[in-house]
């Protein structure tokens, strides 16, 4: 079920990435993206906003830890390649999160933009996370979702 879910949104944020110029959300969807941001992410209607920590983002279920967030950020190197940001991107998850596995980085499609795929878990305390994280570069920025 967190797969399907996960999935949707994902699709959820092609379609709007795709289509950035559109204001209205699709049927049973909000807007939850920060004002500026170079993406638009729609959520459905019964997840939670979560916005405050200035991530862009909403919740289903704290209990179940089902979340999505995006954000963007202009690399300090513009060269930098998208495979270059996944690699780093892992690099410093393996160091800063404790019992951290990857599946390692899979090349994917957003928005009709190559992206990257990386899934992997960490231990935070006595819980145990399991991510998936898409980053595009787009105009110049990594967008990660």
Do not use: H
Request: hydrophobic residues 40%; contains cysteine.
């Amino acid at each position: 079920m967190k797969r399907i879910i996960a999935f949707a949104l994902v699709l959820i944020f092609c379609l709007s990435f795709a289509s950035c110029s559109k204001d209205d959300a699709p049927e049973g969807m909000y807007l939850v993206s920060l004002e500026g941001e170079p993406f638009k992410l729609y959520v459905p209607q019964v997840w939670k906003d979560n916005r405050s920590s200035g991530i862009s983002g909403a919740y289903f279920s704290m209990m179940d830890k089902i979340t999505v967030s995006a954000r963007s950020y202009a690399p300090s190197d513009s060269s930098e390649s998208l495979d270059a940001y996944a690699v780093r991107c892992k690099s410093e998850y393996a160091k800063t999160l404790d019992e951290f596995m990857s599946e390692g980085i899979k090349s994917t499609v957003i928005g009709g933009e190559n992206a990257k795929e990386l899934v992997f878990a960490f231990e935070e305390g006595t819980t145990d996370f399991t991510c998936r994280q898409i980053i595009v570069k787009y105009s110049g920025e990594f967008i990660v979702l």
